[in-house]
């Protein structure tokens, strides 16, 4: 299972000691017969290894026993305030001498950290699920898990067992964006217009606030205006607004031809993405 823990370098120095874990998550790993948590009591030998560099005496120097992560597919990984959110996290490596277990640990800004075990489906690939969330847990008045410090860019540290008997640690083997979801709404009016007057757009930015719970206002974003005529499927941006110390939205337009006007928002280092549903203006001549 996935579980929020202290960082590696706070356990103790030879192993793989976990602390209980300090909030809910949900997926669970079952570790191999005769292992123990400390990685100090395992029979052979872990290398360090820096993913596309290093290489244990069983692989060549070209062809690394760790490759690297792939989290959430490639994807930023995108948290709310009522919903669990669960992503993959796939190791791949070498087959030769191939890989057999993997321990993973999820390291962000201001002290997050996530971590949790499987066993690897095939020689080259190890793959796990990790839940985050940002909301109450049911009848508690305690947080969970994720705070707003915590968003931003995370790496991932592996621990892997390999088929010889052998272990290795790759640091940084990859990295994602744990990100806080955004909103987008949209309104154009007047509606019906009559074509060659202007059209005021509104809207509002909101992003989930980890610390409260509620969806917030983004202040000081910049933020897409785009039109898609009635007869095509393509927005075309047509002007970019900043929002409001509450994260409101506003500008005027010259009515053209009947379409679909909205918000495009594209996202921050801690924020995501966010488009909001076309407002359809009928134009008359």
Not at 9 to 17: K, M, V
Not at 71 to 83: E, K, M, P
Not at 248 to 258: E, G, I
Request: proline share 5%; glycine share 10%.
């Amino acid at each position: 299972m996935s579980r929020f823990a202290a960082p590696r370098s706070e356990r103790r120095s030879g192993g793989r000691d976990i602390v209980p874990r300090l909030s809910a998550a949900c997926t669970t790993g079952r570790k191999p017969a005769g292992r123990v948590t400390s990685r100090g009591a395992v029979v052979g030998t872990v290398a360090v290894l820096f993913v596309g560099v290093g290489a244990s005496a069983e692989a060549a120097p070209s062809d690394p026993v760790v490759s690297g992560a792939t989290v959430n597919l490639g994807h930023d990984v995108i948290v709310g305030i009522t919903h669990d959110v669960e992503f993959p996290v796939t190791v791949t490596g070498s087959d030769d001498p191939g890989l057999s277990f993997a321990d993973v640990d999820l390291k962000g800004p201001h002290g997050g950290f996530y971590t949790t075990d499987a066993f690897c489906e095939t020689a080259t690939a190890c793959t796990m699920f990790f839940t985050v969330n940002a909301h109450l847990a049911p009848g508690s008045d305690d947080p969970v898990d994720l705070a707003n410090a915590n968003a931003g860019t995370w790496s991932v540290d592996a621990l892997v067992d390999l088929k010889n008997g052998e272990s290795v640690f790759a640091p940084g083997a990859g990295s994602f964006g744990l990100k806080r979801a955004a909103r987008l709404t949209v309104n154009a009016s007047p509606e019906p217009v009559a074509k060659g007057a202007r059209i005021t757009v509104t809207g509002k930015l909101v992003r989930a606030n980890w610390d409260t719970y509620r969806y917030a206002g983004y202040a000081g974003q910049a933020v897409k205006l785009q039109f898609r005529p009635k007869s095509s499927s393509t927005y075309t941006t047509v002007a970019t607004v900043n929002t409001s110390d509450t994260g409101t939205l506003r500008t005027t337009v010259k009515a053209v031809s009947d379409g679909y006007w909205r918000w495009n928002f594209t996202g921050t280092q801690t924020t995501g993405p966010a488009k909001a549903t076309g407002d359809y203006v009928d134009v008359r001549s």
